[in-house]
């Protein structure tokens, strides 16, 4: 969900979005939500806690990038990728995972072809293919795993 600020009382951000990978979306109005939140106390909460679980993601992320290698790091956004996206084939950039993991595309060059080596991933221009998920946790180790948990329970997912 984009537009978090809205449902905080907050009536603009000074930051922008971006869409990872191709799908479908809602557009509502900010006013229109402003009044469906009113009217609905049960949306309200269910939007206040995936506020929470994005906090807590946000947490997890300055955790992970703070105390975790690139291929750690890396191996998580796949992860995530992959649990949002529903398939193994990711549309993943070298120049996107640069970005988001705060390092140089060498770096992620570099990431990929241990992922690759140990047989986790197969990548190819604009895509990597998760073939072994269990494997791909074991490299995230404890960066992966705790804001979906969280998630999880806040939100009432299995």
Known sequence: MAGLPVVLGIDR???GYMVQAAGEALRIPDQDIRTALRHSPSLH???LRYAHALMVQTAETAYANAGFTIEARLARWILMTDDRLGHDELPLTHDFL???LGVRRPGVTIAVQSLEGNRLIRAKRGSIMVLDRTGLEEVADSAYGASEAEYARVMGAA
């Open 45 to 47: 909460a269910g939007l």
């Open 98 to 100: 640069s970005m988001m």
């Open 13 to 15: 951000s000074p930051h």
